[in-house]
């Protein structure tokens, strides 16, 4: 609707004028505004019975910024407004041919929209020095170019790889709906001059007119999808990297003397990284990856109690109990680990001495008993932290 | 009264309403302003002993910001004021049966309310753009959309589980009372428009005419609570993981050599995480969770010191003297711990060899020692935990 | 002064009041600022000779921010200004009984008075909104609310027991003290409107007619005190515990493996405390508890080199010369710790033989060595620590 | 054009000017705007059928500020524009030899031309205080001083080595391309008030008129290039440190101690370095710099995983079986060790031990196994380190 | 120049006013301004051929701010402007001997003197609420009081004891030096009310008269020293303190399994002072504090390297290979050591014996061969960092 209009705008223009001077624009001004006394605090309807339609449309400049903390959406956008004026109706032949005019936006009657959901009080659009084009018949065209800083509630459940869907509702703010009626004028949010932003695409946009029984209002909403590869690579992957840290604890001998700096360090880390986490999200409990790093953190915890357990009987130096070897036996990761061990002879041999000589207690060291735990532990924390991060990469790129 | 008022409006509007057209408006505004002399200066009321009453009633939009340092609370909001305008009545017959019409607040005399409790110097509501309505009998309806910042002292003595209630004040700032009375209109705090915050959650409002001899107020309280689940989450669940870490520094056995780098790192943990807390709160002392904090770091020394002291003993070569063995044997904790130990024989031995002969020193070495003192410290601190844990748990969820 | 005089038009108003309409007041304006040609830009004296003399007094209503890096004291609090306009006088019958009226500050000549010591460019007080008040017989009293941010130079030496003085000098622009002499109206600031800040207490307040030769100048000033408990709390009671960390390192036994990294963990710590304690004071050295952390940071620079050296002469083979020996045995603290120590019979052994064959080196190890500065440096620094701590405490807390 | 108009201006007013006083402006001012009734919203053009030119020249001033994260560039610098008003002509003789005039900006009609590319809502150029210079032919010229905060999308795949491409785009905003075209005067940007930025260096600049068939548009462009030296210094330097500690592990004996200390250190410091790396850039991947730092910590991984290996390895106490000691005398490495070895004989003893009696188990020891591993490692990975370190750099820099 | 003026001004006051009353004061500024058309667009000159000229003084109130990475200075500070107005002079008799009168900036002829080098868009200077006082001679005096937010460029070579130049450049804007010349009045920057800034104190003050052939300028130049102190304290002392551990490491026994963990904390740390510096300073490299700390981090790299290679030959096993202990004689180093060591009976036993029988080669152990390197490396590396240390602080400082 816009463009035809626009265009039959400017076939007039190069067909009619001709003789158009500055004198014939000061003429129409004088007798539009001075000699009708235009007053703008009135609605240009000769019947006020009916109401006045205003045509809306929404083009998205870009994205400044997305504060998932504040729960706000910063756009830079322009609106294009038209309605009929009809007070501001002229015959072009009496002033040289004049078919239009452009008037400063503060001169003539606007409707009275306004951003609905924004996060500071309510703003006239546009400002003095923007001007409105104004036809012969009385069509008026408004593009005030914006910013707008509109609440947005974000569900990050899924960070960082979330989709969000934020609104920018525009409302005849004092005038009721049976004044001043907005409707939608083509298809909503135009992306002709939207500029990509790096952090967030667009996915899809929409408009609903929302209006109610006292006030009209037209809503248009943006489905945006973050990009995840930055936080895929400098959170997700440093923390795969050091859940696998936290399972190596158990690989490492407990001789070494060095099990408890490892696994307190990477119980450290987790810490750090949910800090680093929360730094970007709300102060709302729900997201996966947050649930994910505190599951790591409870792991870090359970791995430290069990490594410091391992090393109190590391340093007995006490015979181990006959039950505690049997048990040992019974557990099939001892056989396995005895199968893997690159040794297979002596551990058999033992096992050997085991089945023959119960009793014979020195053969079976703690050491041994920490090393089959070491083992059992490793297998076990190996597959939960593959399980649960699969699981979690899975739910969180496939959802 | 503010609906069945608007709502007679209405009714009026689209009985009479017929043949009113734009000049209509024209007329009447100018028979109202210039040929009235309608002065914006003086308070629209035919006998001045009498004051003007303004009705009043919030509507919530939204909680934009809670800054607990700061003390203040960001809310949008708009308000809704209604008073009688005697000098701007007239028939709607003689103006083509118009019953209200649209007029920029600048245009009108307007009480100069104002929010008393504000950051900011005080600030005239509404703005040029927005619109008063005013109906033939006088009657002006304004609805100026705002962010209030008011101030708002936080009790933070049960965070992250607290409770606050902060006010919204309204005040006739210039005007004594026996010229502008403010008064409620409908229930105070109306929360149709209001979306929900995901941070807090408003429990229930209050309002009260808080005049006093010389000025007219009205007060609207907000009763919020704040969603612990993040912090629960991400302070509550890793500082008691961390107050596990600490006593787990008495299962870790003397000679392992990292008894010392354990409680070192948890100690400056719980350092870590005070400052995290800190850095949520207003600098001023009394949350029970800081205290706790405090009060695991005083802990944190206790275990190191005791660490310490216990590595000083396990590294003597001397012979353990007899009063030393005597302390040990009365020890209630003592026997226990022989009891659950998995080697019992052994112990019972040394124990018998000790009532037997007392002056064998050589058979209780300074290993045993210390092994008692971790065993009897583990028990103590893991009790003092569990308790202070559990009781500043149910403290801050219960109260 | 001013509650009479206020009082007083209140009875003239009550009594008066009669006839009073609309029309009496738009009436009065007319005649006083139309028919008389009221010019506000001329100041209201018959003689232009004598100054106009303001009266002025500060209520206080809260203390917004206080922030000693930049050096600035936010407040909220609004001004009560009379003076006389001896263009606005009228008599109350001629205009149906009207004894005062209000009237937008920016319509009267005002005393072009501002803040002197704030710290953005000089601004109007009040704002267009806010009304003026004008009795029959000239008196105006003026109310403008304002945030003032004032300069104020922290002196920050005690802190966190620190208290400041900060002046809001409030001074006549751009007239000469011979055209308009700003005076104090009744004492200074007034405290009935005042919130308690939560980090600061008001402890007096002081006012000063402080005009030179040309400029009519009135000075607040506000004592304030800063609540310290949050400080204590998180910073000295950290730092003391830290302190005493350090000393426990001579508590550590060499063999431990341990006393470097426990030593050098508390150096770090204090390093970080003294960033901590470093951000929330202005870049100039000077408060006491910065020298303090210093002191610790050298202090544990100290021990960390003790040590070192302690841990080079405990892991020597070769047998430590007599003079060494001779040394120890003239210490007090040798024999000190000999007494102290649960195991006498040995000590007092090798200094029986020590004495009894000097030249049996082999009963003297490095160990013992060793053991003997750990001794003397445990005392030694605890002392140097609980003295140097106690007297900062006392410094800062009796100052 | 600019200048030789300007000094035909100066050359006409130190000729002409002779009797010329402050009446004759007044005088011409009144003429040219009251007798004449000048309207500032008529394009000053006696035929409206043609456009008015606008000439543009932007002279650069500064760089205030460059926000990778947000995607802004903060210039300041001024405009040059000239445009003919054929409603501003006069004859000086008239006027006692007025050649020219300052008026304020906002006494006479400018074109609407506006930063498109802004991050704030469309402003008017300049401000009330500044004036326009109007020569006797009509020639307007005006200097608007503007601070631009652009956006500027910036490509950080060779940061710190980056160069970027700001735009700078001014379009006629309300009016067609038929009505006011803007177009270039002399050579777009010019540098002679260019006071050099510290951090950024003006490569070069562009400009280009991009009107299309609505919109008339002048477009400008700057290439400017990061002083890469902090960076180095400060980011790349401690990094290629931080590799070489990270090698260094392997050179570290497994009998230490401090193997895993070593390497989980440096791990942790590359997390660090990765954190404040991304705190400078915004939130998309693609640096070369941050994926060689997840490599290296992808490096630092395997460096760990390696070493709790090794010191598994280390820490057994069976024979070594000959498979393990057939695969290390494979090894070319094994050898090359052993010539480094500043002890030849025994290795080469041993080897020629293993040659004669390959089932002499107990002459080969885990140690030495680990040994080799660490020998084999060291060179590996020091190679990765610099092949990759040089190849990142050589990237970086010579891109 | 100003003092003696305004002195006549006020002898000239209590000389002659006598009747002046307030209707004087009407009549006056009615005369002036209405009767003589007063047009404040028209320089005040009756022959516009001769330039104004504008004598001005820069009063500074203080240093608010300084910010070394934006590059930016801000001042408060008032400008003392006074100029001839030749349109506003009176005979006093004929106005009851009025002398001067005080009238709003916005009412008369201003030069558009603004900040040249500021940060924000050209602002005016003051605001409608300051007043011109106008003297009987046409004398304007003016005292704008402003927040100047200059650009500085800062050379932070000798951080923190750096000198800086901050340049304050007033311009004529719009007109040229032929309408407008702005010229210095007395002495250039005024310090009478000026307040020290905590951090930075004035050196001196200069003002140049910097007008080229087109525009008029006054330039103000602002001399000012950092107050190192805070520094010293916090940066520069802990950084040597670090420096000395860093050097310790020799000192540390390699039994003592502790010497990596110490040189990689000290490691560490320096990394993290290199973050705290480069923080406080533009992101341009140059400051020798930097390139200290990063000559700090290279020797602690070396340390670490070399510490990691005595590791490795103290962990030996084999013999000391004869050309090893030949180096280690031929090294001055090792004789001092042998000089210095407590023990010279051994070292003089080994000596002897080496001398003697060069191929016992059991004599000689690798711990040996690490003490004697930890000794010429521990002396080695104090005298760099004595040396290094020293020349950077007395570069620092003396400059």
């Not at 029984?213 to 400098?234: C, D, G, P, Q, W």
């Not at 953190?297 to 006959?322: E, F, S, W």
């Not at 000589?357 to 735990?373: G, H, K, L, M, R």
């Not at 991060?389 to 496939?398: D, H, K, P, Q, W």
Request: aromatic share 12%.
């Amino acid at each position: 609707m816009y463009f035809s209009l626009f265009n039959v705008v400017f076939l007039i223009l190069f067909v009619e004028i001709s003789g158009q001077s500055g004198t014939d624009v000061t003429d129409l001004l004088t007798a539009l505004f001075t000699t009708n006394s235009y007053d703008k605090r009135v609605r240009p309807k000769s019947s006020q019975v009916t109401a006045t339609t205003v045509d809306l449309d929404l083009y998205l400049v870009g994205i400044n910024d997305i504060d998932e903390i504040k729960g706000s959406l910063t756009t830079t956008a322009f609106l294009y407004l038209g309605w009929i004026d009809e007070f501001l109706v002229w015959t072009p032949a009496s002033y040289g041919g004049i078919a239009y005019f452009y008037i400063p936006q503060s001169d003539i009657w606007k409707p009275d929209i306004t951003l609905e959901n924004g996060f500071s009080k309510l703003k006239e659009l546009g400002n003095s020095f923007i001007n409105a084009a104004v036809t012969e018949d009385g069509q008026v065209f408004w593009k005030p170019f914006e910013v707008f800083e509109s609440k947005c509630s974000f569900d990050t459940k899924y960070f960082p790889f979330d989709k969000q869907t934020c609104k920018l509702s525009f409302v005849v703010w004092s005038s009721g709906i049976q004044d001043v009626n907005v409707t939608l004028w083509n298809n909503g949010i135009n992306l002709d001059h939207y500029e990509e932003n790096s952090e967030w695409t667009v996915l899809s946009t929409a408009h609903i007119e929302a209006s109610d029984a006292a006030e009209s209002r037209v809503t248009f909403s943006l489905n945006i999808k973050r990009n995840a590869a930055y936080y895929v690579m400098n959170i997700i992957l440093p923390v795969i990297l050091l859940s696998f840290l936290n399972v190596l604890t158990f690989a490492l001998p407990a001789d070494s003397g060095e099990k408890i700096s490892q696994c307190i360090t990477v119980f450290l880390s987790f810490a750090v990284f949910l800090t680093i986490v929360n730094a970007e999200l709300p102060k709302t409990s729900g997201s996966i990856i947050g649930y994910y790093l505190i599951f790591q953190l409870a792991m870090g915890t359970i791995v430290i109690t069990i490594t410091v357990l391992q090393l109190r009987l590391h340093h007995r130096k006490d015979p181990v109990p006959p039950s505690v070897i049997r048990l040992m036996k019974c557990l099939p990761f001892n056989k396995t680990s005895a199968v893997n061990s690159p040794d297979k002879n002596k551990v058999e041999n033992i096992q050997i001495k085991n089945t023959e000589a119960n009793d014979v207690e020195t053969e079976t060291t703690w050491s041994d008993v920490t090393s089959s735990i070491d083992f059992f532990m490793f297998w076990t924390v190996l597959s939960i932290v593959v399980i649960s991060t699969s699981s979690v990469v899975a739910i969180l790129s496939l959802h």
